[in-house]
């Protein structure tokens, strides 16, 4: 499966914004974004203003590179969520939310997404006592998505886990249990549930059209 393999904090920059591509780095003093305050490339004495559909896609650009995804999986949450009952821009951000290797990250286990993703191609993650190493896997209510025994005093978890409480980061939806290395899904994610500040509905706009 394709994946980017470039620097992450360059798709920071691009967008202008912290992506936490790389965890808990992206708040410290050594975030590229804070020492280089434009975007990569050649220096421009003048940017041109974006158009509306600039606009539209630089808003899906920060999604999908937040969640960590190319363009086909994006596009292929997209037609799920039009699919589904309710509002697609909110049925769209709640799928994003439940690839388990988003869920790991939520849990506190990783300390970033992609280090989420790399626990799930490990195979480290079992969800409700299986293996499971793909990290698009759907998760659903009631599902227990739990750290392999053999891994569970790893020391860059135990790192994270740390983080994690110290900050109180995990959402209402999930139920973690820290000294067992497992969290439930209560129920699913909604947009009130994500505190990044995206513009959804330009996507359901730029994928309309």
């Excluded at 690839?99 to 799930?120: C, K, P």
Aim: charged share 30%.
């Amino acid at each position: 499966m394709a994946k980017y393999t470039g620097p992450s904090c360059k798709l920071c920059r691009r967008e202008m914004v912290p992506l936490f591509l790389k965890g808990q780095r992206c708040l410290t003093d050594k975030c590229a974004l804070k020492k280089r305050k434009y975007p990569p490339g050649p220096p421009r004495k003048r940017r041109s203003k974006l158009t509306d559909y600039g606009v539209q896609m630089r808003e899906k650009q920060k999604i999908k590179r937040m969640y960590g995804m190319m363009e086909g999986q994006f596009r292929r949450v997209f037609e799920d969520a039009s699919r589904a009952k309710g509002v697609t821009s909110a049925q769209m951000m709640s799928l994003l939310e439940r690839r388990l290797d988003n869920v790991v990250y939520r849990m506190g286990f990783a300390s970033s997404r992609m280090q989420a993703r790399q626990f799930v191609q490990h195979r480290h993650i079992t969800v409700n006592g299986r293996i499971v190493d793909i990290p698009s896997y759907r998760i659903r209510v009631n599902d227990v998505v739990e750290a392999r025994d053999n891994f569970k005093a790893n020391p860059i978890m135990e790192e994270s886990i740390k983080l994690s409480k110290a900050v109180s980061s995990v959402p209402g939806w999930i139920e973690v249990d820290y000294e067992s290395k497992k969290g439930k899904i209560v129920r699913l994610p909604e947009r009130s549930d994500i505190t990044a500040t995206f513009n959804e509905q330009l996507v359901v706009e730029l994928y309309s059209k």
